[in-house]
Nanobody, 127 residues
Framework: QVQLVESGGGSVQSGGSLRLSCAAS????????MAWFRQAPGKERERVAG???????HYPDSVKGRFTISKDNAKNTLYLEMNSLNPEDTAMYYC?????????????????????WGQGTQVTVSS
């Protein structure tokens, strides 16, 4: 059972930056697709960044150029660097892992493909 613990959320003004971290209980990053999702009240959970075992990354247009996902395999930690934040980025952010052999298939663009989730960390951006 992989355990994921997020940290780094908080409140910032529009244009600000935050860095989220996700610590895993074991070394998952060689054989897992890792991702960050977010969910705002009344909205579906959406993926904002994904990274495979080779370090290939994927972002939706809504965050491309502003968000960067990365991982430190030695520390079993996943990161999400968020810049130029705006109020539309306000949400609970979740770290997720899919035991996929390291490959991030198209199906892993969606929350249903992930077995392991963190508890979430709140990000609030004020205008």
């Amino acid at each position: 059972q992989v355990q994921l613990v997020e940290s780094g959320g908080g409140s910032v003004q529009s244009g600000g930056s935050l860095r989220l971290s996700c610590a895993a209980s074991e070394n998952t990053y060689g054989s897992y697709c890792m991702a960050w999702f977010r969910q705002a009240p009344g909205k579906e959970r959406e993926r904002v960044a994904g990274i495979d075992n080779l370090g290939n990354t994927h972002y939706p247009d809504s965050v491309k150029g502003r968000f960067t996902i990365s991982k430190d395999n030695a520390k079993n930690t996943l990161y999400l660097e968020m810049n130029s934040l705006n109020p539309e980025d306000t949400a609970m952010y979740y770290c997720a892992a899919a035991d996929s052999g390291g490959y991030c298939a198209i199906s892993l663009l969606y929350a249903g493909g992930y077995k392991y989730w963190g508890q979430g960390t709140q990000v609030t951006v004020s205008s």
